[in-house]
């Protein structure tokens, strides 16, 4: 009991410090850490797979693809001044968790023996349609990615072209003003 | 207090965490860490929904699904912020309400 209500309060406390983190880079570190922290809890509760897609995607994958987009868009000075007042915020975000513990089962089965299918049977079998239309989610992603990547580049590329024209139309104008004195 | 019933309290509050990053953060990237906050969440709440009726593999085949979409959404997520910052120089979301110039 001790170590699972430890491992709860450090996912809090690390998620918390990942959002209120001044630098990109250390949201970035912190987020990997509650992912980890997360997988050894899917792992404490017998979540094996999971656990171990948390800790490759969560703690891996994204850690990657944020560092690179900080290493691409550079460490940016925090702006102070919240999107939504903070009053209202605090208010909103505790009604919320209220409302979701309002929700919470009075009783609920605690440490129940796992007595279900294995976990490639359900993946492929009973939820096969959910497990091709991920499938096809990843691949739309991927398109949807490279679309605006490319974008991107093309508008770079096209205003290097019209640089280059800019700079073609000035050096030829002093050629024409010569041949107008001669 | 149970075990699930602690790790439930766990799963709100980190929901919680998400919300305030959504609200109060204007850095686009950081908001794609409040949406990872919040992907967790659900994540955790899945595994705890299945384990509490002792199906816990049914509890995270949805939770490895969350996973997964969670990561595409942070993948796009990103793209957009790195085209926001070509287009606008910043990474600010209050720099997008050009239509209130």
């Known amino acids: 009991m001790a ?37 050894g809890l899917l792992y404490m509760l017998r979540a094996y797979e999971a656990a171990v897609i948390e800790l490759s995607v969560g703690a891996g994958l994204a850690t990657v693809l944020l560092v690179i987009a900080f290493a691409m868009t550079g460490d940016e000075i925090q702006p102070l001044r919240p999107l939504v007042p903070r009053r209202l915020s605090y208010t909103l975000i505790l009604a919320a968790v209220l409302l979701l513990l ?25 939820r096969g349609m959910d497990t091709v239309l991920q499938i096809a989610l990843i691949f739309i992603g991927l398109v949807t990615l490279l679309g605006l990547l490319d974008e991107g580049r093309s508008a770079n590329t096209e205003a290097e072209e019209d640089e280059v024209e800019e700079t073609d139309a000035q050096t030829a104008q002093p050629s024409l003003e010569e041949e107008m004195m001669v | 207090m149970t075990v699930v019933q602690i790790l439930l309290f766990l799963a709100f509050f980190l929901a919680g965490i998400g919300l305030y990053g959504l609200l109060t953060l204007r850095h686009l990237i950081k908001l794609v860490i409040a949406l990872q906050v919040l992907g967790k969440s659900a994540v955790i709440a899945l595994v705890i929904a299945g384990y509490s009726v002792g199906k816990v593999n049914l509890g ?34 209050s720099a997008l309400a050009s239509l209130k110039k």
């Open chain 1, 3 to 39: 170590v699972y209500i430890g491992l709860a309060a450090a996912i809090l406390s690390c998620a918390l410090i990942a959002l209120r983190a001044s630098r990109l880079l250390t949201s970035i570190v912190w987020l990997a850490t509650t992912s980890i922290l997360t997988a």
């Open chain 1, 102 to 126: 309002l929700l919470l089962p009075p009783h609920i089965e605690s440490e129940a023996p796992a007595s279900d299918a294995p976990f490639a049977v359900i993946l492929w079998q009973q």
């Open chain 2, 60 to 93: 995270q085949s949805l939770a490895v699904m969350v996973i997964v979409v969670d990561t595409i959404v942070a993948v796009i997520g990103l793209a957009l912020a790195l085209q926001i910052q070509r287009q606008f120089g910043t990474l600010d979301a």
